[in-house]
């Protein structure tokens, strides 16, 4: 399995960027798709972006299409979700989990991750 640790995570005013950082330390990370979920207070956790193994695929959840970019670098073995104009909506703890087969394209939903990281809170307020 791929170990996960999340960071960059804060309070932020409504409007503003943040950038949260998923570290995957081995040599196995290239190999997966990554993916960020969050889950706000009393409700489930839902899908925000993922990213294929390659880099060259993204998807995004609707309600942060063209305010959230997922990029990866897998020298670093890191992927990142650049978070900008905020909303208060946003606010949630923010997951990075890696696909559970290699090779995949992290389109198929929360059932084909695993490997989650602990998680970062991303507080904005209004």
């Known amino acids: 399995q791929v170990q996960l640790v999340e960071s960059g995570g804060g309070l932020m005013q409504a409007g503003g960027s943040l950038r949260l950082s998923c570290a995957a330390p081995?040599?196995?990370?290239?190999?997966?798709?990554m993916g960020w979920f969050r889950q706000a207070p009393g409700k489930e956790r839902e899908f925000v972006a993922a990213?294929?193994?390659?880099?060259?695929?993204?998807y995004y959840a609707d309600s942060v299409k063209g305010r959230f970019t997922i990029f990866r670098d897998n020298n670093k073995n890191t992927v990142y979700l650049q978070m900008n104009s905020l909303k208060p909506d946003d606010t949630a703890v923010y997951y990075c989990?890696?696909?559970?087969?290699?090779?995949?394209?992290?389109?198929?939903?929360?059932?084909?991750?695993?490997?989650w990281g602990q998680g970062t809170q991303v507080t904005v307020s209004s």
């Open positions: 081995g040599r196995t990370f290239r190999n997966y798709a």
């Open positions: 990213i294929s193994w390659t880099g060259g695929t993204t």
């Open positions: 989990a890696a696909e559970i087969n290699p090779y995949g394209l992290g389109d198929g939903g929360q059932r084909d991750f695993g490997s």
